[in-house]
């Protein structure tokens, strides 16, 4: 996955009503309907969109020890643009065509306000963190999303089925099955079948 061989499209779409774009037992990404959504494409088909609308991120990273639970769930309101990269084929359904006002909605002068500012988000992601080096990631199989946090970096959530691995400015929480790893400023807890360590820092 190298940036040079991804593009993005020319064609800026909206979602024609609100969506769930990751679910599982662990959390859940939405968007709003009239989220703004353009496509980035490598070998001319899709393999993931620039989002940028009202969404909310809800993630459990809460780790059941036998010293009670440490940590707490991830609730993050997705105002900025976001990157989701996986299969979306069944995005393409619930897409519309936009207007100069859908833009303006979004605190853009016109459509290529949207496109430089996605093209910015693009540059970031691929160029500055190493993406190819996830050459096991399977857009069938699996999803790279990637959020602005508040010191202009990404927090990055891979998720390919029961696998889950979230970083974030502040922790790291990896989770597979009945295994789970969350490291915190605090602490790195490790729980594995129901039995647990803790590393007080």
Not at 27 to 35: A, F, L, R
Not at 69 to 90: R, Y
Not at 96 to 118: I, L, P, W
Not at 122 to 151: L, M, P, S, T, Y
Request: charged content about 30%.
């Amino acid at each position: 996955m190298i940036w040079q061989n991804y593009q993005l499209d020319n064609t800026v779409s909206k979602t024609s009503e609100a969506m769930t774009l990751w679910q599982t037992e662990k959390g859940i990404i939405e968007i709003s309907k009239n989220t703004l959504g353009i496509p980035i494409k490598l070998d001319d088909k899709e393999r993931g969109y620039i989002f940028h609308g009202n969404g909310k991120l809800l993630l459990d990273t809460i780790v059941e020890t036998e010293e009670g639970a440490i940590g707490k769930p991830v609730e993050k309101e997705l105002n900025e643009p976001f990157l989701m990269m996986g299969d979306t084929e069944e995005m393409q359904k619930h897409l519309t065509k936009t207007s100069e006002e859908d833009f303006a909605k979004m605190g853009y002068q016109n459509q290529q306000e949207f496109v430089d500012r996605a093209e910015d988000f693009c540059d970031q992601f691929f160029k500055k963190r190493g993406v190819h080096n996830h050459q096991c990631f399977d857009e069938h199989r699996g999803f790279i999303f990637a959020f602005q946090n508040e010191i202009s970096k990404l927090d990055i959530l891979v998720a390919k089925g029961s696998k889950l691995v979230y970083k974030a400015m502040d922790m790291v929480f990896v989770s597979n099955e009945n295994k789970v790893v969350l490291k915190s400023p605090n602490e790195v807890v490790c729980l594995s079948n129901g039995k647990s360590v803790i590393i007080k820092k």
